[in-house]
């Protein structure tokens, strides 16, 4: 089992910043890569970016590429979501999940999963 707690999340003007964190416990963090998913009322949820093990390879939804940047510290089990150039449409919740496998932009086989953080950008 891998326990998942999302934080950062909050009230932010367009234009604005935000940096999520995941931190993980339970089995060993370096042994997943790590998603951060987001999912807007009335939406299907999406995988917006997602991290190999050793932070080496990063995939981005075109939506938020350029924008958004994941990274991760395996000596704190954790990993982040900075957020920069925040849009009104980049409000939702956001996940973050962990697979034993990276698999780029596939959405699927993510096994754990955090409880989710709000993002809200006002206009």
């Known amino acids: 089992q891998v326990q998942l707690v999302e934080s950062g999340g909050g009230l932010v003007q367009a234009g604005g910043s935000l940096r999520l964190s995941c931190a993980a416990s339970?089995?060993?963090?370096?042994?997943?890569?790590m998603g951060w998913f987001r999912q807007a009322p009335g939406k299907e949820r999406e995988l917006v970016a997602a991290?190999?093990?050793?932070?080496?390879?990063?995939y981005y939804a075109d939506s938020v590429k350029g924008r958004f940047t994941v990274s991760r510290d395996n000596a704190k089990n954790t990993v982040y979501l900075q957020m920069n150039s925040l849009k009104p449409e980049d409000t939702a919740v956001y996940y973050c999940?962990?697979?034993?496998?990276?698999?780029?932009?596939?959405?699927?086989?993510?096994?754990?999963w955090g409880q989710g953080t709000q993002v809200t950008v006002s206009s």
């Open positions: 999940a962990a697979n034993l496998r990276y698999s780029g932009s596939y959405p699927r086989g993510y096994d754990y």
């Open positions: 339970g089995r060993t963090f370096s042994n997943y890569a």
């Open positions: 991290i190999n093990w050793s932070g080496g390879v990063t």
